[in-house]
């Protein structure tokens, strides 16, 4: 079945670095574009971004440009966020959801992985 | 900046019908904005539940629909059962981003 697991969450301080990674199996990884989307603890949902197929064209949110670097393995079967320069407002649970462009929509989505951001 | 309104909070009486609604804080949800819903329950993951408007995900009850009510995108549950108290999410494409709504508690009681 279609299944999307991340990892690499973890306590990390303010102005440092980490990598969250999204295993994806049971469908053709390469076929289709895919989200990160993450929740602060008691938060809404907030749209991070989004990578096509191909890893042709990246979009990001405001909260994220420029600090933040969506990726994709596709001989892997893997969907990388890099996060840079992280900031308190950034603790979340990050969620990796793939993408089904032909009515524009996120599913299925990953159990996430919460990354802290404190001193 | 678009901001995607969600009332903050909802109750029904199970048996009873609820819907909750997806606006805009400048301008008309249509179907051109893919309207989809989304149910959360505490510490899972989002489930998919409306997607394009109207199109139920695989497996969602039928007494989930979609549709466009007025300015607005909705989600309508007919015949509320317990297990559908949760927090429920609107999701709006705008092209190159999404922007999701502040979500929807609804109580079922």
């Known amino acids: 079945q279609v299944q999307l697991v991340e990892s690499g969450g973890g306590v990390v301080q303010p102005g440092s670095s980490l990598r969250v990674s999204c295993a994806a199996s049971g469908f053709t990884f390469s076929s289709y574009g895919m989200h990160w989307v993450r929740q602060a603890p008691g938060k809404g949902l907030e749209w991070v971004a989004l990578?096509?197929?191909?890893?042709?064209?990246?979009y990001y949110g405001d909260s994220v440009k420029g600090r933040f670097t969506i990726s994709r393995d596709n001989s892997k079967n893997m969907l990388n966020l890099q996060m840079n320069n992280l900031r308190a407002e950034d603790t979340a649970v990050y969620y990796c959801a793939r993408w089904a462009e032909d009515n524009n929509w996120f599913d299925p989505w990953g159990q996430g992985t919460l990354v802290t951001v404190s001193s | 900046q678009t901001v995607v309104t969600q009332e903050p909070s909802f109750s029904v009486s199970p048996g009873g019908t609820v819907t909750l609604t997806c606006g805009l804080s400048s301008g008309s949800v249509s179907t051109n904005y893919y309207p989809s819903w989304y149910q959360q329950t505490p510490g899972q993951a989002p489930r998919t539940l409306i997607y394009n408007t109207k199109i139920r995900s695989s497996g969602v009850p039928d007494r989930f629909s979609g549709s466009i009510l007025g300015n607005k995108a909705a989600l309508t549950i007919t015949g509320a059962q317990t297990d559908d108290e949760s927090d429920y999410y609107c999701v709006l494409s705008m092209g190159s981003n999404w922007v999701f709504g502040g979500g929807t508690k609804l109580t079922v009681l």
């Open positions: 990578i096509w197929s191909n890893g042709s064209k990246k």
